[in-house]
């Protein structure tokens, strides 16, 4: 992956700035964004300011982001290689609390972000004949918990895992390949967004009896952007969470 060009949405806190970092030791031309100016900022600079690396501020609900983050890869490392469509919210509500509002919320940046931004790139990875567009989803998109009503986000999460395969299926013989890594509970500051103090108390859900680290969702987000015979697929880091329960 050195000097491949890689945008990273969401890519202040959490998984998404564990990716920036992750490409950009590995000699990636980084375009990193977030909605959150003060955190992308703050982002950059902790992680040294590297000249391989820029970013945009902007929500990419919004067509004018989806559109500059497309064109700043383009002028400033004339290519975009890889897109990770990261960027997102969740939240948990019930289902008969939900609004139209609510469900819009969740589709205007998990779904219509990832859809759009994957839209943006696309003509750029069809004139190099090449790329590669991994989203981020989640495991609960298969394997749903009692306890956590969340049918709004997952909904529009369960859209990212459908758009995968097709976008796969239309356009693998353009050598563009399209995945998604579903991740399972991963210590970040989604869980305290989510009211929860503390991270570790769900380490049951996994068979492997721990919570994931940022790191291991950047290794696998890594690994699609390279492997160059996987598409459509959904990779599960979850430990085992799908797979069986702990009694």
């Not at 009692?146 to 049918?151: C, E, K, T």
Request: glycine share 8%.
């Amino acid at each position: 992956m050195k000097n491949k060009t890689v945008i990273i949405t969401g890519a202040s806190t959490g998984i998404g700035k564990e990716i920036a970092k992750h490409f950009i030791a590995r000699g990636s031309n980084v375009v990193m964004n977030s909605s959150n100016q003060e955190n992308l900022e703050m982002a950059y600079e902790e992680l040294g300011s590297p000249s391989n690396a820029v970013y945009l501020v902007g929500d990419i609900s919004k067509n004018q982001t989806r559109i500059k983050l497309a064109n700043l890869a383009i002028e400033k490392f004339n290519a975009i290689d890889v897109l990770i469509n990261n960027a997102g919210v969740f939240s948990s509500k019930p289902f008969l609390d939900v609004e139209e509002k609510d469900l819009d919320y969740y589709l205007n940046i998990n779904l219509k972000g990832t859809y759009f931004t994957s839209q943006a790139v696309m003509p750029q990875m069809l004139k190099q004949k090449s790329g590669s567009i991994i989203n981020i989803g989640t495991v609960l998109v298969e394997h749903a918990i009692d306890g956590f009503p969340a049918s709004a986000p997952i909904t529009s999460k369960g859209a990212i895992h459908s758009l995968t395969r097709q976008l796969a299926a239309e356009f693998g013989k353009h050598n563009i390949r399209i995945n998604t890594v579903a991740a399972g509970i991963i210590r970040s500051p989604l869980q305290k967004k989510l009211g929860i103090e503390n991270a570790d108390s769900l380490a049951g859900l996994h068979l492997l009896n721990r919570i994931g680290e940022v790191n291991e969702i950047a290794e696998a987000v890594y690994y699609l952007a390279t492997a160059n015979f996987v598409t459509g697929e959904t990779i599960n880091i979850a430990g085992g969470h799908t797979v069986g329960h702990a009694i």
